[in-house]
């Protein structure tokens, strides 16, 4: 396998026929994707989807059962994480009895290369005082704290699973747009797992759709939408289309959606064809992996 | 790393510190009452008494003991009972609560593999409390040494006080004490089930290897004319029941000496001396494990611990190493 991209700069994450199998059945089969460089990809399925199964793989905590997987054409041990991945796991593990000034300087010791000051600054930034002990932070600015010693690091990958699951939406949108803010500024490619997409929908450009353990769609957000249409016609009207090329149906009172693939989007009145909205799309594929799933 | 470890460690560090502190000051302070008492009974002059001033002896060592022979042994006892608390208190919750708390995740989230992260987290736990231990041990040794053979040490170095306290069972014990919690707490990833079985496997290993010590060296057997009767010497480890001798030297069976000891211990009886003798019943023996082999039991305990310390070390490392 040739992980080596010719620009010279080694790809985040290439997966070849991943597989993780527990005891209770796969939780990620023939997964093939890569993650390129400089994007912020969400990663998204329903529960258990295989979403944290993924980044467990990638950090090498898991250790796959099928295929490979490399991480900057490095094979993932369990030794220890890529220097060059950080990784903020749902539950952010923090030392409850550190001060926030502690647990940066645990960032300090641990990592060759740590940003002291870079560190400094997410957290003041984000108003959370040095002195404080971890245990007494609210949960918006202890993801502040976690999120500043994974970027502290200088990665440059960042792995955040489900970071923004217990937040409120006000720290909600704060976290994510310090986390947009950076990524863009450091040029790092951040991998983003939620089950719901319409947080993230106005920050990602690149998008991997779990679903059933395995990948349901995968690319770059403009690309898959350019590929995609919205079919906007009334609720009695025949529907234009073979039922196997419909990928998603939404019906309301008065109109019926159909997202189908963009060749189809010129079959008439009274279809109006229309750009299809991310989450829509997501949500499209997501519900016909669980039919899928329940045939 | 060391830092980290020395900050998350800090509550169990005070407390071992606050233990040696305590501890050293306490043996320090009753060891100055203990000579005062020694001085003031005059007891220096009773070490082998002669017969004469046996009677005067006996009266002072009985008073100096009932203040001073518990009061050394409660030393030992605090002695005897330090690995076991190390192992609960510092090395089961070692890993368990990392575990515990998701907090593992944090630390195999930074740059430092995780063989690295586990060795300062068993450095900074374990060398502190070595140190406490063998701090402390020299302290409480040279106090029984102070009262000699009016202390507990009159018990001989295999009695169950001396020998868990003396030469390397304490640090055999406490290396094995926190490295059997560190392993089980990695694996159970429970504090309390690493605590618990800490406290069950340590108590019955260390019960059962004591009971294996009569067995673990050759014997010696000492032979004394009938009329002296059973005899070992002072401190050695008893072995059997002994018995009796023939006059070739041989051990007499015991059914055979059973039957002649009825006899001749029974009333009527004049000479009771004579009659084993005339029955073939010349001495006595008894077998024992001489005091000068103390050292040679510590050294053979102390490597069965310190194999089942390695073992203990490669298993934690292999549970946290292992990739779900």
Same mark, same amino acid.
């Given at each position: ?94 030392? %409850? ?39 007494? +932070? ?19 990958? #960042? +792995?955040?699973?489900?970071? +923004? ?26 991998? #983003? ?51 196997? %090329? ?11 959606? #159909? #997202? ?32 899928? %799933?329940?045939? | ?55 005067? !002896? ?205 006899? !001749? ?9 004579? !009659? ?49």
């Amino acid at each position: 396998m040739n992980w080596q991209r010719p620009s010279g700069r080694a790809v985040p994450v290439i997966a070849e026929g991943l597989g993780k199998k527990y005891r209770r059945g796969w939780a990620l089969r023939e997964c093939s994707v890569e993650i390129p460089d400089n994007r912020i990809v969400a990663l998204v399925g329903p529960n258990g989807a295989g979403k944290s199964t993924f980044m467990g793989l990638i950090t090498g905590m898991l250790a796959p059962t099928a295929g490979q997987i490399s991480v900057f054409g490095d094979r993932p041990q369990g030794n220890g994480l890529h220097p060059a991945v950080s990784y903020l796991s749902q539950a952010k593990p923090l030392y %409850k009895d550190f001060t926030v000034a502690e647990t940066l300087k645990l960032g300090a010791k641990t990592n060759p290369t740590w940003d002291q000051k870079y560190a400094e600054y997410l957290v003041e930034q984000a108003q959370v005082p040095m002195k404080a002990k971890v245990g007494t +932070l609210s949960g918006g600015q202890r993801t502040r704290v976690a999120l500043a010693l994974a970027l502290g690091r200088k990665p440059r990958l #960042l +792995l955040l699973d489900e970071p +923004l699951a217990d937040l409120d939406p006000l720290a909600r949108e704060v976290v994510l747009r310090t986390l947009v803010t950076e990524a863009r500024n450091q040029g790092i490619t951040v991998l #983003l797992s939620s089950h719901v997409l319409a947080e993230l929908e106005n920050v990602c450009d690149h998008l991997l759709l779990l679903g059933n353990g395995e990948v349901q769609v995968a690319g770059d957000v403009a690309e898959l939408l350019s590929k995609h249409v919205v079919l906007t016609g009334p609720v009695n009207a025949p529907v234009p289309v073979p039922q196997q %090329k419909i990928i998603g149906m939404t019906v309301d009172e008065h109109r019926r959606r #159909l #997202l189908v693939p963009v060749e189809l989007a010129h079959v008439g009145q009274p279809w109006a064809p229309s750009a299809p909205r991310l989450g829509e799309l997501a949500l499209a594929y997501m519900r016909r992996s669980a039919l899928e %799933k329940a045939a | 790393m060391i830092w980290v470890s020395y900050r998350q460690q800090r509550t169990q560090l005070i407390t071992l510190l606050a233990i040696l502190v305590l501890g050293a000051a306490a043996v320090l302070l009753l060891r100055s009452s203990m000579v005062g008492d020694l001085a003031r009974l005059g007891l220096e002059n009773c070490h082998g008494a002669s017969p004469a001033g046996l009677a005067e !002896c006996s009266k002072k060592i009985d008073e100096f003991q009932k203040s001073w022979y518990d009061t050394i042994k409660l030393g030992m006892l605090g002695l005897l009972l330090l690995p076991v608390l190390i192992g609960m208190f510092i090395g089961a919750p070692l890993f368990a609560r990392e575990f515990e708390q998701g907090t593992h995740v944090l630390a195999t989230s930074q740059s430092v593999s995780r063989v690295r992260w586990a060795l300062s987290k068993i450095l900074v736990g374990l060398l502190p409390a070595l140190a406490v231990l063998l701090i402390l041990q020299k302290l409480v040794s040279w106090w029984a040494l102070t009262a000699g053979e009016f202390g507990p040490l009159d018990g001989g170095p295999y009695s169950t006080f001396i020998f868990g306290s003396a030469n390397i069972a304490p640090l055999t014990y406490t290396l094995f004490a926190f490295c059997l919690g560190m392993f089980v707490g990695a694996l159970a990833r429970r504090v309390l089930v690493g605590m618990t079985v800490t406290l069950g496997v340590f108590v019955a290993l260390r019960a059962f290897l004591g009971s294996l010590q009569d067995r673990l060296l050759p014997t010696e057997r000492i032979a004394s004319p009938v009329e002296v009767g059973f005899q070992t010497p002072k401190g050695a480890l008893n072995v059997g029941m002994g018995g009796y001798l023939d006059a070739s030297g041989q051990a007499v069976p015991y059914e055979q000496s059973s039957k002649i000891t009825q006899q !001749c211990f029974a009333e009527g009886v004049k000479d009771t001396y004579a !009659c084993l003798r005339d029955h073939g019943l010349t001495g006595t023996y008894a077998d024992a494990i001489p005091v000068s082999q103390a050292g040679t039991m510590h050294l053979i305990e102390g490597s069965i611990f310190l194999v089942l310390t390695a073992l203990l070390v490669a298993g934690t490392i292999l549970v946290l190493r292992r990739q779900s």
